[in-house]
């Protein structure tokens, strides 16, 4: 009998082997480039054993630190920028169209269908706002009857669920249909930037790290029309703090958009706002698919 | 304000840079190759937002898995050969040396203090045989008053502290220290191999790559002598089943030894033992260590 053994030269390639029974094609490609790319790491920066031991235990704390509602390594992956990396690998998309980025862990409950123009800041905790856009397809067709999902913080930095006492249900969420010319407009409130949770070892890493746990201020969007590429994305608050380091690396700077103070009796009455009157303009551009 | 954004080609660059204040420079060193290696994965393999999720969610049983006694963890360091890497990359030495292995998860009490020639074996579970060797330095000088720790599992494949109910406390380990001329040697059971825990996650990945969860049959080892570098290693039984497909990658051709059946009245009688006896014969060579 001819033992290979594991050596520093051979190791990736022994355990590689290990895995040539898999029946699945596609586990057998993963755990095999898993096992190339850790066993590279690891002869990269050569643990100590001591520093093995700490890797298993900050990975046992992350596991601990998981329930129901705390996914704590989802927010591992966020904030070492995987799960902007998967996003970005997902989303290969025209450079016109809207760029995407992250869902994020609160759209966990459904946006409830509201009618254009309604009002979703129902604690009304921060300033006013109209928030609006047209959805359209790359070559500037608008989109009518596009679906534009809503959801965001309120002024304190807080979403819905993570105040089920203070703030009403579905508080700063809702589902539009755009009109005939593509266009959605809603009343909501400027969401305040805000921390992950950072009470857990990945709050530890991020200490340990000098990096702060905050997100800048946003609105998530999720559009969707027939015949196209739907899109998951924020649009960003220009001005709002963090925008040049959300700790999950979320930030495009073609998301970013100004509050805008306008000045328009016109327009606050198609709003159903008194003038003048802040507003957030958010376009979204879709890709077709083939279909 | 210029915003950098992470795409893909730039991802692990952009993550790498968030580490730039943090004080320990270990800790940026080590992070930033994790956030490298972890990245050219992704970008290897481009796994969908389902299969990410999946791996979420696989890391997270893991994490669930562990307890005070038991460690999914380095279970997973161990079938993923991450755990021999690190022993390797720990114990360079020379060639004449003997080669090391992984200390497994079974050192967790002490081994009692025995004297040379003591049974080891208080259940009598298995096959008896003598178990001796030398320890000698890398010039063949005996290494007087060596001290050599084995444990091992019982002739059924458990060691003690998995059946505390069955077996006695401290079977089959013993700290001997070697004589004059570096020998020991003591009265043991041939071991049998036996199943890493699959209950878990980790023994799902196995049965789904259609590995074995077995370990061949070995004593552990760990030799000290003054002036020297310790060696922690096992000694392998030849043609026990699972040498060449050890499920943590832990077998070395060097360490396999046989179950020698000797017919000679005058060792019988050093060893304390019936003529013929069976003999496992095991030198131990160590590398001196600059003072």
């Known amino acids: 009998m001819t033992i290979t053994g594991l ?30 790319h850790l066993h590279a790491f690891v002869k990269d920066v050569e643990p100590t054993h001591l520093e093995w031991e700490q890797a ?14 705390r996914q704590e390594f989802v927010l591992l992956s966020d904030v070492l920028g995987v799960s902007m990396l998967v996003d970005a690998i997902n989303n290969r998309r025209s450079e016109t169209a809207t760029d995407t980025t992250v869902l994020g862990p609160f759209h966990m409950v459904s946006s409830p269908a509201r009618e254009l123009g309604a009002n979703i800041s129902l604690d009304a905790v921060g ?25 965001q913080a309120n002024g304190a930095g807080f979403y819905d669920v993570q105040q089920p006492d203070l703030q009403p249900e579905r508080n700063l969420r809702g589902l539009f249909v755009a009109d005939h010319d593509g266009r959605f407009w809603l009343r ?32 998530h969007v999720i559009a969707e029309a027939d015949g196209h590429a739907p899109v998951t994305t924020h649009v960003f608050v220009e001005d709002s703090p963090y925008l040049d380091s959300d700790t999950v690396f979320g930030v495009k700077e073609s998301l970013i958009r100004p509050v805008v103070l306008v000045d328009d009796p016109r327009r606050a009455d198609q709003y159903e706002v008194a003038n003048p009157f802040q507003l957030i303009e958010f376009d979204v551009i879709l890709d077709p698919v083939a279909s």
């Not at 298993?56 to 509602?69: E, K, N, Q, R, S």
């Not at 930037?193 to 946003?218: C, E």
């Open 188 to 219: 909501t409130v400027v969401p305040r930037f805000y921390p992950i949770p950072d009470d857990g070892p990945v709050g530890k890493l991020l200490a340990a790290t000098k990096r702060h746990p905050n997100r800048p201020a946003h609105i």
């Open 7 to 36: 050596h520093e030269q051979n190791s990736a390639d022994v355990v590689v082997d290990s895995f040539r029974d898999t029946p699945d094609e596609r586990l057998k490609t993963v755990l095999s480039s898993l096992v190339e």
């Open 127 to 151: 300033e006013p706002c109209v928030f609006a856009g047209q959805v359209r397809s790359v070559d500037g067709t608008p989109l009518a009857g596009a679906r534009v999902d809503v959801w």
């Open 56 to 69: 298993i235990a900050f990975l046992t704390a992350v596991g601990h630190m998981c329930d129901d509602t």
